[in-house]
């Protein structure tokens, strides 16, 4: 298929057309204003051709000309990701770093083509799927020789389906939204919805192990990969397709995760199913946090794999969910194509009751095949439309500053591990932001043997110094996260932001067997360097 014609936003998640209107920006700054009691005004965004950069130290080919580009806007709607540090900067017209040129291969021969002369002019190379990176995965590193950015919106085709074994071939480009309307007029779906669904691609997802939709069962992408294929400047390396394998170490887990270090994606067999039908929800309030964290262990060591299954505290059942803010709140959701999810439902409710959740009768809703809605009622339909209308650019240069960090731990030490990073994180925040930061959190994933929590932050930030108070929480909120126990990222990446925690979590001779592939594949190191881990010397 074409690729989108309409160009990405520079200072906001989505496109052009995702941009919030004056209107808009005018209105949260009234909020923000409220809030902070002073007066804020939204940065003035710069038009696109003003934005000044400095000049592109590459000469491209006169045989690339067609798909590689030197191109102003080119580089500019590249430089960046999707963090709010890097949208801030590029509301305020700071791009000091941006690539050289941008290739759009339209083949794999033009992949080929590009990736040989990047690697032979020692072009620092980044392979670039949606942009939505949040961990500083897509930009070029500070003090290159030149830089070139990959994106693969070309590469964007559906190239097979096998409706026998429920599975696609899909060129990496794809965005999420033309792979599942690809599928819906064949009665299928992949299924894999995470935050970024409407601008991210496959390719990206797999690169980055992303987490979807499933809160149990099928909660990352590793899930649904069948084989891989991917360049690197050493060649091709294409994985045989298989529903499983006991043959040696996977092939693909050295794929999946690598964060464009090893090579470029450029197809994948992708695991499909009926879309769903039935469908269940309910939502459950419990008085405590601890209590309703203990039902979501019970429901989980159940094994009845609901699709939803998040609590969220009660700062952000309150912030985020119209409840008290004493009360947590815990959802709950079922979907299957083929039977209904009446039965799953009541059984996952009577175990939260067991635990002192309340819920009546009537506030689970059920959806047996009649198209009756589900999940949009109270607490939970309130929950669900604010985390659906999230937009960076209203947020940005109101002074305000607010991230997230999400986690997973093992149910044993939850509790301990629980209130440390909260005493930890909740004091640098406080010294930091001062009296009115928050900190709250909720489960996005949930595993029987652990769950993958998502610390939430914001307060009052100094305009004009918000990188460096974010710098000073977000290396505490890490070593917290490290130190007791957990992993520093779930389903974000690794990137350029997670290095420090990365570098203390994972086993040191994995890190030179690491080092090793990426010698042998990358030998000349030019894929995204600085990402996972750095060249031998």
């Known amino acids: 298929m074409a690729a989108r014609a309409e160009r990405r936003s520079f200072w906001t998640w989505g496109y052009v057309s995702d941009e919030p209107t004056e209107a808009e920006r005018t209105a949260a700054a009234r909020k923000a ?22 000049a592109s130290r590459i000469e491209v080919p006169g045989k690339f000309a067609a798909f590689v580009s030197t191109d102003h806007a080119e580089r500019v709607t590249h430089t960046y990701g999707g963090h709010s540090l890097e949208l801030l900067a590029a509301a305020r017209g700071q791009f000091r770093n ?115 939709h499933y809160a149990t069962n099928h909660t990352h992408i590793d899930d649904f990969v069948e084989s891989t294929r991917m360049l690197s400047p050493a060649g091709w390396m294409e994985t045989r397709r298989l529903p499983g394998s006991g043959a040696g170490p996977s092939p693909d887990r050295l794929v999946i995760g690598s964060e464009g270090i090893l090579g470029v994606i450029s197809e994948c067999w992708l695991r499909l199913q009926k879309r769903p039908r039935f469908r ?39 912030a985020s969910a119209g409840l008290s803010g004493q009360q947590a709140l815990l959802i709950i959701g079922f979907e299957s194509a083929d039977a209904s999810q009446g039965a799953n439902i009541r059984e996952a409710a009577a175990i939260a009751r067991d635990h002192g959740g309340q819920i009546d009768d ?45 986690t997973a731990i093992t149910w044993d030490r939850w509790p301990a591990f629980d209130a440390t990073v909260r005493e930890r994180v909740g004091k640098v925040l406080r010294d930091t932001l001062g009296d009115g930061a928050a900190l709250s959190c909720r489960f996005t994933h949930v595993y029987p043997d652990g769950p993958a929590p998502y610390y939430s932050w914001s307060g009052p930030a100094a305009l004009g110094g918000e990188a460096a108070q974010w710098q000073t929480i977000k290396d505490e909120a890490t ?7 957990g992993t520093v990222t779930h389903h974000h990446a690794v990137g350029r932001m997670h290095r420090p925690g990365w570098d203390r979590q994972r086993p040191e001779l994995f890190a030179e067997v690491l080092k090793a592939a990426k010698g042998r594949l990358d030998p000349n190191g030019i894929l995204n360097p600085g990402v996972l881990i750095d060249k031998e010397r």
């Open 33 to 54: 204003s409220k809030r902070l009691g002073r007066e804020v005004t939204p940065p003035v965004i710069p038009r696109i051709e003003d934005i000044e950069l400095p």
């Open 98 to 212: 941006p690539p050289d040129a941008v290739a759009h291969p339209r083949t794999e021969d033009e992949l080929e083509a590009v990736l040989a002369w990047c690697d032979a002019q020692r072009l620092v190379t980044t392979p670039y799927g949606g942009g939505t990176s949040v961990v500083w995965g897509v930009n070029a590193p500070a003090g290159n020789d030149g830089a070139v950015t990959v994106d693969l919106d070309n590469l964007n085709a559906v190239l097979e389906i096998d409706q026998t074994s429920r599975a696609g071939r899909f060129q990496a480009g794809i965005l999420g939204p033309d792979l599942e309307a690809a599928l819906r007029p064949l009665g299928l779906t992949l299924r894999h919805f995470p935050q970024s669904f409407p601008w991210s691609t496959v390719g990206g997802w797999v690169a980055t192990r992303s987490g979807g």
């Open 280 to 318: 269940a929800t309910a939502g459950v309030v419990f008085a405590d946090w601890h209590s309703g964290c203990d039902a979501v262990r019970a429901v989980v060591q159940a094994k009845l794999w609901p699709a939803n299954l998040r609590i969220l505290d009660p700062v952000e059942a309150g």
């Open 362 to 406: 009537d506030n689970i809703h059920i959806d047996d095949g009649d198209g009756k809605a589900t999940g949009r009622e109270g607490a939970v339909g309130v929950w669900r439309n604010a985390f659906i209308g999230v937009n960076a650019g209203l947020r940005n240069g109101l002074g305000m500053l607010s991230d997230t960090f999400e």
């Open 479 to 485: 070593a917290a996260v490290v130190d007791a126990g």
